[in-house]
Every structure is written in C-alpha cells, then in structure tokens.
Nanobody
C-alpha cells in the first residue's frame, strides 16, 4: 500500500511563505500526476495545485495562480509546492494525493476522489 507523507506545514504570518513537500517511501513520485488539496472544517476538499510529472504541466486554482508554484527537492524525488503571499484564507489542512497515473493536472485537481492520500499537514496563517 502506497503511503504519501506531507511535510512543511506550520504557522506563518500573513504575507509569508511556506514550502510543502510530498514524498512516498520506496517510490519516486515525480513521473506521475500529483495533486495538492486543502480542507477547512465544515467544507469539502478543494484542489489547490496539480502537476503531471511526465511533462511538467501544471494546473492552479484561480486564487493560487501567481502565488503557488511547484519546485523540486534536492534529491528530485519529492513534489514540492512553494506557497507565497499567504493570507488567513489559506489556513487549512493540506493533503497530497495521487492515482499513480498520468492524467492531466486539471483533471487531477478537478476530481476529489483519488486512490492515495497523505495524512495532511496543517497550514496556519495568522499574525
């Protein structure tokens, strides 16, 4: 059973930045389509940003466009999401997910049901 592990969440002041990382034990995720989702209490999960590793194509939700971007870790095994200009509205639990296939990034972010999910990492934006 594939296990995804997120890291990098925490407390940041408004206007600050965080990097979230998604990795899997024994598997390099980058060739596959990976998605980041977030959820606040009382609401469903929403697609934040997704990337199809095979060609590097990405999809960002409108409110994340220009603020969030994908990058690589030094070992080139994890999927890293850089989040900038964070505001209180970005406070949520962030999850990474994958189906270990090559669907488009837009399809990944649009669909809410996926085969593999991480345990989530809390991001809190507050002064």
């Amino acid at each position: 059973q594939l296990q995804l592990v997120e890291s990098g969440g925490g407390l940041v002041q408004p206007g600050g930045s965080l990097k979230l990382s998604c990795a899997a034990s024994g598997l390099i995720l980058r060739p596959y389509t990976i998605g980041w989702f977030r959820q606040v209490p009382g609401k469903g999960r929403e697609g934040v940003a997704c990337i199809r590793g095979s060609d590097g194509s990405t999809y960002y939700a409108d409110e994340m466009e220009g603020r969030f971007t994908f990058s690589t870790d030094t070992a080139n095994t994890a999927v890293v999401l850089e989040m900038n200009s964070l505001g209180p509205e970005d406070t949520a639990v962030y999850y990474c997910a994958t189906d270990l296939d090559l669907r488009t990034a837009r399809a990944m972010c649009t669909m809410k049901s996926h085969n593999y999910w991480g345990q989530g990492t809390q991001v809190t934006v507050s002064s």
